[in-house]
């Protein structure tokens, strides 16, 4: 999930200047004040005022039957077999070093840039599952789109996109943190807050939790759960952790910290004011050459952040039942239901009718937050040689 940090750090890249440029509650009871966490003064998020305010409500029923469900499915299906699942424009683009394979993205090393390429690829468990039909061009359309929308928040790395698939960002010096912020106890993984939460945890990655909460029980205030990385996987690691084992200052995790809640209280307003919850989700910064901290990799998306359905929340919690989910979280769960995802050394090949849902399900969201139709790409070029002629044309204009 971090692969512009690994890219960077192979890549051995040093810290240059930066440049940002515009681009195309319910009423649920909650535990006393006396059991909630005492040591952190995050951002409060009234679930019940704002769905009052909100004015467009999705329903589910739009999600699994619609018109526009129809027609996209036919694009997806149509394109199974032409998933962009890998890339080499360090061979079929002058000027590009070296490249570096993510779990999601291609990352290649463009002198004072990074071209940064997102795939098709899915994954989950810190390995992929499969490969989803304009899955690359939703996630940094989305992220893009995001990424406009909150620099009056932090700057970020983001030149230009020349593709849309492609990302050409500045070079930064990055963070070996993921700032993982959740509004909800919910999720399947084994880093997820519900799985830990009912083992029995009620101190996680330095946060008090109080007893009594259920799986999707909304948290009484946001929290902050960061992460570090391990040879291949998550590591869940607390504020003091950060600082005493010289990852980041004590000062750059304050201010680091401090954005992704504002990041995510903000997404939250943004995400109910279109019938959305945003759940969770986790956030990369790093640094430019002035010092100043930065917002990198992507924002809000699909596979970075998990959305439920937000009408349907309330009465679905009363009742016991799932929430209406717009994510990935199905497909993560049917991975658990047939394999060891974590362990088994071949997974078996995920249903087809699981991937189309899964692809459309990301335009959905995509249509949904950004009120706007997403492009399906013409078929009639190849899409590895469509980024191929767009980012070699984009290059030049950069040096």
């Known amino acids: 999930m971090v692969e512009c940090m690994r890219a960077m750090a192979n890549l051995n890249l040093s810290k240059i200047q930066l440049n940002t440029t515009k681009f195309p509650s319910p009423n649920l009871s909650f535990p006393s004040s006396e059991s909630r966490p005492k040591s952190k003064n995050y951002p409060k998020f009234s679930l019940s005022a704002l769905l009052s305010q909100s004015q467009q409500q999705p329903s589910f029923d739009g999600l699994v039957s619609s018109s526009r469900k129809h027609d996209v499915l036919d694009a997806i299906k149509g394109s199974l077999s032409s998933c962009l699942s890998e890339t080499n424009l360090h061979l079929t683009v002058p000027g590009l070093k070296s490249k570096t394979r993510g779990k999601v993205r291609d990352i290649y090393d463009g002198g004072d840039y990074l071209v940064l390429v997102t795939t098709d690829r899915q994954s989950a468990f810190d390995r992929i599952l499969a490969s989803i039909p304009f899955k690359g061009q939703v996630l940094n359309e989305t992220s893009l789109w995001w990424f406009d929308k909150t620099q009056h928040i932090t700057p970020n790395a983001v030149v230009s996109a020349p593709d849309k698939n492609v990302t050409i960002a500045k070079k930064c010096s990055v963070f070996p943190v993921e700032f993982v912020v959740r509004g909800f106890v919910t999720g399947s993984t084994d880093t997820s807050l519900w799985t830990v939460y009912n083992k029995g945890v009620r101190n996680y990655c330095g946060n008090v939790l109080p007893d009594g909460l259920v799986k999707n029980h909304k ?181």
């Open 219 to 399: 948290l009484p205030a946001n929290i902050l759960t960061p992460t570090t990385k391990a040879a291949d996987h998550d590591v869940p690691v607390t504020p003091h952790e950060i600082v005493k084992r010289g990852l980041m200052t004590q000062a750059e995790f304050d201010e680091a910290s401090s954005k992704a809640l504002s990041l995510f209280e903000f997404g939250q307003r943004i995400a109910l004011e279109h019938g959305l919850l945003l759940v969770d989700t986790k956030y990369e910064f790093g640094k430019d050459c002035d010092g100043s901290i930065v917002l990198i990799d992507e924002v809000h998306t699909p596979d970075s952040s998990r959305y439920w359905i937000a009408h349907s929340y309330e009465k679905n919690f009363k009742e016991g039942l799932e929430r209406e989910n717009v994510d990935k979280e199905f497909l993560r769960l049917w991975f658990k239901d047939h394999c060891n995802p974590y362990e088994d050394e071949v997974l078996p090949d995920a249903p087809e009718e699981l991937v189309t849902e899964l692809a459309w399900r990301y335009i959905f969201l995509y249509e949904t937050i950004t009120k706007s139709s997403f492009e399906i790409p013409p078929m009639e070029e190849p899409i590895h040689d469509r980024i191929s002629r767009n980012v070699s044309l984009a290059l030049p204009s950069l040096r």
